[in-house]
């Protein structure tokens, strides 16, 4: 067979100085990428109750206001936001709360892309041995859902044996760029392998 008649596979090379590396798909794609390979950077070890599987789903806007000129924030939004993470536990147990650092993607009330890095704490207490509820709090990096860069979302969790909803809260506050527009209510599924 000849080289041109082979059968083959091509694989795209990008350069620094490509002219792609300027758009935004391609730079989300890159940010995603990284976001993932934070989480496994702290060791490739992994307890079965140390690694989750975030899955998006859904959000509720509430109190929001309407601005008045045409280049003013709208109050339309997307409330289903379906999207994908990971949850590492890097440190604490059952006792003292766990420490986790967390990343993903999902689509945002404003039907972007949106990706996130952050550490979250939560705290979580058995009602009876496979039903437990708890509390925490994420904080770290956000690109996406109106904000590009540091954010902070508390959250209560309800959880049956290895799946549990996490239910976000961020409020309209005047000291957040970009939040004293609507409050949030963001839901999401934990799968702990």
């Known amino acids: 067979m000849s080289d041109e008649t082979k059968p083959y596979m091509v694989i795209p090379a990008i350069s620094i100085k490509d002219e792609m590396m300027t758009t935004p798909k391609l730079k989300s794609t890159i940010s995603h990428l990284l976001v993932a390979s934070c989480l496994f950077s702290a060791g490739m070890s992994v307890a079965a109750d140390d690694l989750s599987i975030l899955i998006h789903g859904a959000s509720i806007h ?27 536990v890097i440190a604490g147990n059952q006792q003292t709360g766990k420490l986790a650092l967390r990343g993903g993607a999902y689509y945002d009330s404003l039907e972007e892309l949106a990706y996130y890095g952050a550490f979250s704490y939560r705290k979580e207490w058995y009602i009876t041995p496979h039903v437990f509820a708890g509390l925490g709090l994420q904080a770290g990096y956000l ?23 996490e239910i976000g809260y961020a409020p309209k506050v005047d000291f957040v760029p970009g939040r004293k527009h609507v409050a949030v209510t963001t839901f999401s599924l934990r799968w702990t392998l």
């Open 62 to 88: 509430s109190d929001c206001q309407q601005g008045k000129s045409k280049k003013s924030k709208r109050c339309d939004f997307n409330d289903i936001n379906p999207g994908l993470g990971l949850a590492r």
């Open 143 to 165: 690109n996406g859902s109106g904000m590009h860069g540091l954010a902070a979302l508390p959250m209560a969790t309800l959880g049956y044996k290895s799946w549990a909803l």
